[in-house]
């Protein structure tokens, strides 16, 4: 299991007081080439401080990342094709396949779509997403929260920041692997 801090961009910092957000990564073969890959994102702020849309069946949408929402990118080791994750509290998803950087985006096909779930604390709450990989390759994984505030404030968090703006796709981000 990969445990993983996310820091801030610092072009967009949170407001208010100070908090941790963090991913855990679990990454198991099974026996028919599949992987299932459990990702929990951690944040260490009440749910309350942030704008999260109420839990609802899940289904695909576009557009996720435009509130709070948390994002995972995979691609093959040493290649330009990747794949984007999006995950909402309200069980809504997205997931779109690309050529390269920020090319040839389509809607990528899904045989199962991701198990999301929530978890809400009185001082923190965690979003879980289980999706499936292909347990032949070895992945390079990027992984990033949006996280909108009450005030409006959105603060965008990733395993790193090589853009003078938050840009998850840039391939400086996908900074974990999977074997």
Known sequence: MLQLNLIPHPATPPSGAPFKVWASVDHAASLAAVATTNIWFGIGAPASRFLIAEPGEPERADELWRTTCCEAFVRPLGEDAYAEWNFAPSAK???????????????????????????????????????????????????????????????YWALAHPSPQPDFHNPGCFMARLA
Request: no cysteine; charged share 20%; hydrophobic share 40%.
């Open 93 to 155: 998803w997205a997931s779109y396949a690309f050529s390269g950087y920020r090319t040839g985006m389509t809607n990528a096909e899904v045989d199962n779509p991701p198990y999301i779930r929530v978890e809400d604390n009185l001082t923190w709450w965690a979003l879980g997403a289980t999706i499936t990989l292909n347990a032949d390759i070895n992945w390079e994984l990027g992984l990033s929260v949006v996280l909108e505030e009450g005030d409006g404030t959105k603060s």
